[in-house]
């Protein structure tokens, strides 16, 4: 057998291969993960969290006196991440009512919430305002006319104004969000429009304008451009620059450094912006996705053409390969040796696309094996599904070789569950 892996930068900090070469996150031993809550597994190096959210903030805290990060939520949407992050002392954006709902039952103070959504329904609008969210992101004009009505006279909510500044990132198209005729938030001249009528309102307070760009993005010119970009639009208190910062999902990804990324944008905000403002990011996908492996077990082996490893989840705990073809890699968790037969890592489900890996080299695959994709920390558990009646898999936190259940597994009957008549 060849010399053993050095895990890459794609696992959770503090991975290694134990002495028994097998993988272990957090302390604990995957093949014990596996046979105690059972594949597939999310599971999720505590200490990785929390190390990333703390650069994240030092990273500000060197270069800007005032500022605030945000959980952008919907990469880890799990009251555990929450309860996590809010201990962390970071804000939090939430993307609808349901991430509203669980950021409050994770702790986070309803002031330090920040309510985004290119279609708000009125009553995540209410919902919002009877929880006291700090601030509700204007995305579109019926936004104003809706939260106009809700707050009513003689009350008030701080609001920012979501512009599209007409930068396209280099990234895939569908987590590309800041481009001319995006869906999302306001383009240059709609937004003076919308600027003027919120400065004219008796009830709704002006407080900044918000930019998010896009998701997965390594180039860190797009990012500047668009702080550029929203310049004109006059001066304000406070900045929400949004997240974006890309993540390594394979070890040949080299995604630029927090701190690059934090410099990228609080030196554009300085030149563009002033110094005296309150400057806000929102990492989402940076703060956890390589914080996550999913543990698999593998159910066959079909060798033909290609090797087709199938494995007990796919699509339903790992959409991303099929929404955008997102590359992953995966290994066998006690055989991480380099090299191996050239395999397609198959999810179990009916479509020919479930395809969680392609092209990845294993060593001597074989039912029975537990397999690990590492970086599936973000948009993993967040969209996952029942698709085929999959039940969902758990959320096992780990640290210093504990590890804690912080999301069940779903039953067959939670598959029922909804059954209404
Ligand atoms: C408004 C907003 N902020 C922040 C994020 C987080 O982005 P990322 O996960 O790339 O950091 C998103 C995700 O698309 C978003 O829509």
Do not use: W
Not at 281 to 304: D, F, Q, S
Request: aromatic residues 6%; proline residues 5%; glycine residues 10%.
């Amino acid at each position: 057998m060849a010399a053993t892996r050095e895990l890459s930068h794609v696992y959770p900090l503090g991975s290694r291969v134990n002495e028994a070469g097998r993988l272990e996150v957090g302390g604990c031993d995957a093949l014990e993960l596996a046979r105690e809550h059972g594949t597939p597994a999310y599971v999720v190096a505590e200490d990785d969290l929390r190390a990333r959210a703390r650069a994240f903030q030092q990273a500000l805290a060197a270069r800007h006196d005032d500022f605030e990060v945000l959980f952008a939520s919907k990469a880890f949407p799990c009251t555990a991440a929450y309860r996590l992050f809010a201990a962390e002392g970071l804000s939090c954006d939430v993307a609808s009512g349901g991430e509203l709902h669980m950021a409050l039952a994770g702790g986070f103070e309803p002031a330090r919430i920040y309510l985004h959504g290119n279609a708000k329904s009125e009553a995540e609008l209410r919902q919002a305002l009877e929880a006291g969210v700090g601030h509700v992101v204007i995305d579109n004009f019926d936004d104003v006319d809706r939260l106009e009505r809700l707050v009513g006279p003689g009350n008030s909510q701080r609001v920012l104004v979501r512009v599209t500044p007409g930068i396209k990132p280099s990234t895939h198209d569908f987590v590309s969000t800041g481009h001319i005729d995006s869906k999302f938030g306001l383009e240059l001249d709609d937004a003076r429009a919308a600027i003027d009528r919120l400065r004219s309102s008796d009830r709704l307070e002006l407080r900044g304008i918000h930019i998010h760009i896009g998701s997965q993005i390594f180039e860190l010119g797009s990012f500047r451009r668009a702080i550029e970009a929203i310049a004109g639009l006059g001066e304000f208190p406070v900045y929400d620059l949004g997240g974006g910062l890309g993540v390594a999902y394979t070890a040949e990804d080299e995604p630029p450094s927090i701190e690059a990324y934090i410099e990228a944008k609080v030196a554009a905000a300085h030149e563009a912006l002033g110094r005296e403002r309150r400057l806000l990011i929102e990492p989402g996908r940076a703060l956890v996705a390589n914080a996550g492996v999913t543990l698999y077990t593998i159910e066959t082996v079909k060798r033909g053409l290609s090797t087709y490893v199938g494995v007990d989840g796919g699509m339903s705990d790992n959409l991303r390969p099929m929404l955008y073809g997102s590359v992953y890699e995966a290994a066998i968790a006690d055989r991480l040796d380099p090299g191996g037969e050239l395999c397609q890592v198959a999810g179990k489900h009916c479509e020919s696309g479930d395809v969680v890996v392609h092209d990845v080299h294993l060593h001597e695959p074989r039912p029975g094996d537990v397999l690990v994709t590492p970086a599936t920390g973000a948009y993993g558990h967040a969209m996952a599904n029942n698709y085929n009646g999959v039940p969902r898999p758990p959320v096992v936190f780990c640290r210093d070789g504990d590890a804690r259940v912080v999301v069940r597994r779903e039953t067959y009957d939670d598959l029922l569950s909804r059954d209404a008549g």
